[in-house]
Every structure is written in C-alpha cells, then in structure tokens.
C-alpha cells in the first residue's frame, strides 16, 4: 500500500509561456512527484523542488 500524495496549489504566478507555482502538499512526496503532477506533458517544466511539506515548479504553457 502507497501513501497518498496530495498537491495543493495556494499561489499561481503567470508569466511569459509559464506559470510559477507553489502550494503544500501531504503524503511522502518526491520532486519527482511535482514532475508528473504539473509539468505539461509536452513544454515541460522547470525549478521542481519539494520540502517540509511545501512544493513548487515552473510549468511551460507554450
């Protein structure tokens, strides 16, 4: 049995073809985790991190 992880975002910060965000989260969480979760499947992302139950990324919209 896995722990479930759950993403909440509490700040979202647009910019040019990219949106900064950074929330909380619960569960046992990775940076790979924020990866799959908010990068775009084909632009990508950017400065994933995760730590003391906080996260943020930059995910490309372009």
């Not at 909440?8 to 619960?26: I, K």
């Amino acid at each position: 049995m896995t722990d479930e992880i759950t993403f909440t975002v509490e700040h979202s910060e647009p910019g040019y073809n990219h949106v900064r965000l950074t929330g909380t989260y619960t569960g046992p969480a990775t940076v790979e985790d924020v990866k799959k979760r908010f990068y775009h499947e084909y632009f990508g992302g950017r400065e994933a991190w995760c730590r003391d139950g906080r996260f943020g990324c930059v995910y490309h919209i372009d």
